[in-house]
């Protein structure tokens, strides 16, 4: 079957890859090394109306700094903040939080812009995200460049997921996040939370510097040496009215191939692919994911689910974050 949806339509990319090799080791290892059941993770930021499911908002994303983000990078701009609930200050978020525990909300992101160091400005709320914990809610957290004062906070806070952008690039670096910094700045973030002992979830863009890549594969593979539970790729996609809106995201086939190569580094890690993705070759693209051996899909298609129930993989459909499964 995994043959089979590879080598259909293959006219489209590039007949010469060695793609389907690639995608039947990292398959076969995956089958070795995991049960046979793939994880769909369909948070309630965005609705999703499936043949098979349908999500009721119990995992939901906040935003500390409202729409505003001082590094204004070039692929958003602000703009994915605009979509999340607004909590731009400890009072409201505590607020917040209370009321939504009482809707039945479970889990929260809480995430929001960075300021002009690259850090998602934690450190003020951290006392509420304590609170939250007390709620019994789940709660992950983007952090930025995290400091050791951030990290004990939320190591104290009890927060179940630190997600960490990482970059591998500083021309990508400077030209997209408008900031001055090395991809050293960045392992060094992780160490810092990783050292307190925190469940850190690395997320690992495909193609941010304008469809490029640069950088990412070099990245996963200085990844593979830390203690890692999951790993979340993405893949660039264009957002409208930003300085990207017009750029293509990578190609679906270099995708699936660093997602495979991926698998093949990392044969015990748990592999998520995020929501973020070109819409370019959606439902080729996803089968193609399942092929490389993942362990997670965010928002999938109907006919992605199917695919995963012929290749013998039970599908579990899941309101949380692909990077908390």
Known sequence: MIEKT?????????????????????WNL?????????????????HYDGKN??????????????????LLCDHCQGKMLKGMIPAPTPEILQELGTKLREKGVTGLLITGGCNHEGQVPLKPFLS????LKSLNFTIHVHTGLADKETAVGLKRAGVDKVFLDMMGDAATIRRVYHLDRNPSAYINALEILLAENLDVVPHVVL?????KIMGEENLIQTLSDYPL???VLVALRAVPGTP?????????????????QTRLLNPSLKLSFGCARPYTQKAWLERGLIAAGINTLAFPLDETIDFALACGLEPIMNEMCCGGL
């Open 53 to 70: 499911f349908c999500n009721s908002g119990q995992f939901l994303n906040v935003s500390i700094t409202g729409m505003s983000c001082a």
């Open 30 to 46: 995956r089958r070795k090394a995991f049960p046979d059941f793939i994880r769909f993770a369909v948070p309630g930021g965005r």
């Open 128 to 131: 509420v995200i304590t609170y």
């Open 244 to 260: 990207m809106g017009g750029a293509s995201g990578p190609d679906p086939a270099e995708i699936v191939r660093i997602t495979a």
């Open 207 to 211: 193609g941010l510097n304008y469809g």
């Open 229 to 231: 539970e999951t790993l």
């Open 6 to 26: 590879i080598n259909e339509g293959w006219t489209e990319f590039d007949q010469s890859s060695n793609l389907p090799n690639l995608l039947k080791e990292a």
